[in-house]
């Protein structure tokens, strides 16, 4: 299949004394990758770590230096957020942008909960719900529904008005998606409307091979996606409608690890192959309770890298590629892979890149 959209997920990284230059670098990768063409830029949501801790508010201000760029999270974890709070940020982050926001979700137990569960919640979170219902309420939040009776209003200085979210961004609530690894995930992602971001971490549930895994998930979700709406479509919801009999098939994006080695210097490329060996071996076979299979990296020249990308059955099942750049590298390194990527790569998929807004045609 054509690669049709093409987009890059950072990791956000800043040295301990001084986040800021981290940031801006971040920031301004954001707008190297929209002069290149690219469709989209992700940016991972971290806690306690040198990363971003809040993706609405980066994507915020990143929406205010590009100017068509998708703008994504990937993945925010819902258990640490309050469904109607988080989604205010996203909707007034989401109007900022002028509709350009992709928001990623990720369900279960956040990252280092035993730090900072009791910090983020006022009672016992251990006795909290952090299941896909969170992300079906803050869903539910989106749509703009009217709160109360239809005769309640609110009364501010100079306004009386009915109450719902502001402001309301209309077309956010589909464009949310979820990091989805597993069988189960999937349907559920699936069954309640959402977006599917597939990764290069799987559970090989029936079996060792990662594309295997990966291309199961696709035709799951794809089966499912465009169908009659389930339960879960409903859930957290409080809703007694119906569900609806169909619906536009979701999206899918698939995140590989992608470095061609053709502009780096051989101080770089020695560095990139020891990067890649490094993490070779946990691609050998599954690890742990939930069998998690990890994805090869992707690096070599560019004719190495569009040989193996046109051989992977699962980027091959989907029209989206998501570059996921490493956690360790240096912000000319991010610039080196995206460059080479949209020259020397993602052309050969089919990919074509979106002119500046100063180039496109009138009207």
Do not use: C
């Amino acid at each position: 299949m054509t690669v049709t959209t093409l987009a890059f997920l950072t990791p956000g990284n800043f040295a301990d004394d001084d986040p800021y230059a981290g940031l801006e670098a971040t920031l301004r990768l954001f707008e190297f990758a929209e002069r290149l063409g690219f469709d989209g830029g992700w940016i991972r949501q971290r806690h306690l770590e040198h990363g971003v801790g809040s993706a609405a508010v980066f994507l915020a201000a990143a929406g205010q230096r590009t100017t068509r760029l998708q703008l994504g999270t990937a993945v925010i974890p819902i258990g640490y957020e309050s469904p109607f709070r988080l989604a205010e940020d996203l909707s007034l982050a989401d109007v900022l942008s002028r509709g350009r926001l992709q928001v990623g979700f990720s369900a279960g137990t956040p990252p280092h909960a035993e730090l900072i569960g009791d910090l983020v919640f006022d009672g016992d979170w251990r006795t909290y719900d952090l299941s896909y219902t969170r992300i079906a309420r803050l869903r539910d939040n989106l749509r703009g529904d009217f709160l109360g009776g239809p005769d309640t209003v609110i009364h501010s200085p100079g306004n009386t008005q009915r109450p719902r979210l502001q402001p309301y961004s209309k077309g956010l609530v589909d464009r949310l998606w979820y990091g989805g690894g597993s069988l189960r995930s999937i349907r559920w992602a699936a069954s309640a409307g959402l977006n599917l971001l597939a990764g290069n971490i799987v559970s090989g549930e029936t079996t060792d091979d990662f594309v295997t895994a990966q291309l199961t998930h696709i035709e799951e979700y794809r089966s499912l996606s465009a169908g009659p709406a389930g339960p879960a479509e409903l859930a957290g919801s409080g809703s007694t409608e119906p569900p609806a009999p169909g619906r536009q098939p979701g999206r899918i994006a698939v995140g590989r690890v992608v470095v061609p080695l053709d502009s780096a210097d051989a101080a770089t490329r020695r560095r990139y192959l020891r990067y890649a060996e490094s993490r070779h071996e946990r691609t050998l076979k599954p690890h742990g309770e939930r069998r998690a299979l990890f994805a090869p990296d992707v690096i070599g020249t560019a004719d190495d890298i569009v040989e193996r990308l046109l051989a992977d059955a699962a980027v091959q099942a989907v029209d989206e590629l998501r570059l996921e750049l490493p956690y360790e590298f240096e912000p000319a390194d991010y610039e080196q892979i995206l460059d080479d990527v949209a020259r020397l790569v993602a052309p050969r998929l089919g990919w074509s890149p979106t002119p500046p807004a100063s180039a496109a045609p009138a009207g």
